[in-house]
């Protein structure tokens, strides 16, 4: 199985400018999260979606959105890039087992906006 | 607010020693997970803990869960290069009621074995 897959996996965009980084996983995972990854800061979730058609917001989801028309599937939409968006970006997703979440990550999208 | 709070931040050592990582809230969680993340790659999952006290233990790694369910440790045993990295630890479901499928990392503690 190809697990979590992540596209493109570097891009450079300009301030302003739109994208939309692509995930796909083929686990049949109801749940699927977009994080981003600053150096020293760990994880901060932007957006989550506990399965096909609903999406709700993270810790820092201005300036993004998502939408979730099918299990597989959960792109994340950069408007009017910023500067500040300069990150690297995860997809993942999880199933709930008893009493856990456990996370599988893609391999991740470098974003710098210049 | 950060509710993980991940020691020590950097943590280089030698081949062969031993070492402890702590991950500490002040939030009970459902779960705890420690996951690696190697450079230009996404965190890979080692081990859940969803018991009190509970301890695993995978090859040369030793994870436990605090007995109140809001702290967790790592222990490396005779570390190798291999294990260079950075450590998270994250947490679902808290006191404040927190969505158990909601993940929420540490900044973690980035591990260098030299050989």
């Known amino acids: 199985n190809a697990g979590v897959t992540q596209t493109p996996k570097f891009r450079i965009l300009k301030i302003g400018q739109s994208m939309t980084l692509q995930c796909t996983q083929d686990?049949?995972?109801?749940?699927m999260y977009w994080y981003r990854q600053d150096p020293g800061m760990g994880l901060k979730l932007i957006y989550y979606s506990v399965g096909a058609g609903i999406t709700d917001k993270g810790e820092v989801p201005n300036g993004y959105n998502v939408s979730r028309s099918t299990t597989e599937d959960f792109p994340l939409r950069l408007e009017l890039a910023a500067p500040s968006q300069t990150s690297v970006y995860f997809c993942?997703?999880?199933?709930?087992?008893?009493?856990?979440?456990?996370?599988?990550f893609g391999q991740g999208t470098r974003l710098t906006v210049v | 607010t950060q509710l993980l709070e991940q020691s020590p931040q950097f943590l280089s050592i030698q081949e062969g020693e031993n070492l402890t990582v702590y991950c500490n809230s002040s939030s009970v969680f459902s779960s705890l997970q420690w996951y690696r993340q190697e450079p230009g790659e996404g965190p890979v999952l080692l081990v859940t803990v969803v018991t009190g006290g509970e301890v695993k233990k995978l090859k040369r790694l030793t994870f436990q869960f605090g007995d109140a369910r809001k702290d967790s440790s790592l222990h490396i045993t005779a570390a190798q290069p291999g294990d260079t990295g950075l450590y998270l630890c994250a947490g679902a479901g808290t006191n404040s009621g927190g969505s158990n499928y909601k993940l929420t990392f540490g900044k973690g503690t980035l591990l260098t074995v030299n050989p």
């Open positions: 993942a997703s999880s199933y709930s087992g008893r009493g856990s979440t456990e996370a599988f």
């Open positions: 686990m049949n995972h109801n749940y």
